[in-house]
């Protein structure tokens, strides 16, 4: 995917890309449905680009047996023991901006 389209059309294009798997290994979106265990809806949002729980998504990826697409949404950080003790501790939350109001 590019990284200078918008939301929707990311969207649009892994809805693209997740129906061409699902015909590549020749099934419907029922069938889909039924082996990734989630509603015929959740597939159809999917494909069209409207969108789905990432429960949803996790469930049709593997169930195509695309579990590795997963990984490449947050590679894994490799970073050297050394380097780690020269960096700054890991941030746990974010700082509140001056001048607005805690929620």
Not at 50 to 58: C, F, H, Q
Not at 59 to 67: C, F, T
């Amino acid at each position: 995917m590019n990284i200078g389209m918008t939301t929707k059309e990311q969207e649009t294009e892994l809805g693209r890309q997740l129906r061409d798997l699902r015909l590549r290994r020749n099934i419907d979106q029922r069938q889909l449905a039924e082996q990734a265990a989630v509603a015929l809806n959740a597939v159809k949002n999917l494909e069209s680009g409207k969108g789905a729980t990432v429960s949803s998504l996790i469930k049709v990826l593997r169930a195509l047996g695309q579990e590795k697409w997963l990984g490449t949404l947050a590679p894994p950080v490799s970073i050297s023991p050394l380097q780690m003790l020269k960096s700054k501790p890991v941030r746990q939350r974010a700082s509140r901006t001056k001048g607005l109001p805690r929620v």
